[in-house]
């Protein structure tokens, strides 16, 4: 019998994911069905137990219920704790499992496809939402030499960075909250732009001296050319967009459903292409 798996948000109907995770069965010959599903946006909880009794395996969660999911899981990994959100769950007999794939999805994109090592290196975060709480300890645990948590409230970065010296697990990184005014005469050597402002083409107030010598500007967002990015390219800085995350997580999510990790960088090309 086919397994079934989706991906659970509101809205959905843009979401690659479907094309992603039958490009990765076919690659493995795994048979399996995925699909998009378009949750109320105050039906999560019944979507996902519709789904569980129509026999569903698992499925991704995007905006706006990965906080919701997280709440809902009967067992967390560790690095969905880490995150305080959930964008995986695999059903079970025993419950749900909620795990978080975004964090190590964009530093194999950054690490491995992009060939940028993050180990020592001078690491600017911009937002202080959920998608960064997503990222933050996978990039923290390639032990960049600095990480700063720049945003406009800046509160939102300090409670971050509080949160990751209570843990006492990256004691050896210096990390540190700013405000972007205080960015200034401050050059980093990847700059992760997590914000939604691409979403809005709004333009982030860096200083013009952010992009040390042949850093790596790399958005989240994927599909345009975001302020970000433009103003980051028109600066000498390597660019790139989230797409490769986005195949990362899903080949993250897909080895934990399945137990077979697919080939990451044909799929991606196909999507280039």
């Not at 345009?224 to 790139?240: G, I, L, S, Y």
């Amino acid at each position: 019998m086919t397994d079934r798996y989706a991906v659970i948000g509101n809205p959905v109907e843009h979401s690659k994911s479907p094309l992603i995770h039958a490009a990765f069965a076919r690659q493995t010959a795994q048979d399996i069905l995925y699909e998009r599903i378009l949750a109320p946006l105050d039906g999560f909880v019944a979507t996902v137990r519709s789904m569980r009794e129509a026999g569903f395996k698992g499925a991704n969660v995007t905006v706006p219920f990965k906080l919701e999911a997280f709440r809902l899981s009967d067992q967390l990994t560790e690095r969905a704790s880490d995150a305080g959100a959930v964008n995986t769950l695999t059903f079970s007999d025993h419950g749900l499992l909620g795990d978080n794939t975004d964090g190590v999805g964009l530093v194999r994109d950054i690490r491995d496809n992009l060939a940028f090592g993050i180990a020592g290196k001078r690491v600017l975060l911009i937002g202080a939402g959920g998608a960064a709480e997503g990222v933050l300890h996978p990039i923290l645990e390639q032990q960049p030499a600095l990480l700063v948590i720049a945003n406009r409230t800046l509160d939102k970065a300090l409670s971050m960075v509080k949160k990751v010296e209570e843990q006492g697990d990256f004691r050896y990184v210096s990390v540190n909250a700013y405000a972007f005014e205080d960015l200034e005469g401050q050059a980093f050597d990847i700059i992760v732009n997590a914000t939604s402002a691409g979403l809005t083409d709004s333009q982030l107030p860096l200083p013009e001296g952010v992009f040390a010598p042949d850093a790596l500007a790399y958005d989240m967002m994927y599909g345009r050319e975001t302020p970000f990015m433009k103003f980051a390219r028109e600066r000498h800085a390597m660019v790139a967009d989230g797409l490769g995350m986005l195949v990362e997580q899903a080949a993250e999510s897909f080895y934990l459903w399945r137990g077979v990790r697919p080939q990451t960088a044909p799929v991606i090309a196909s999507f280039r292409a």
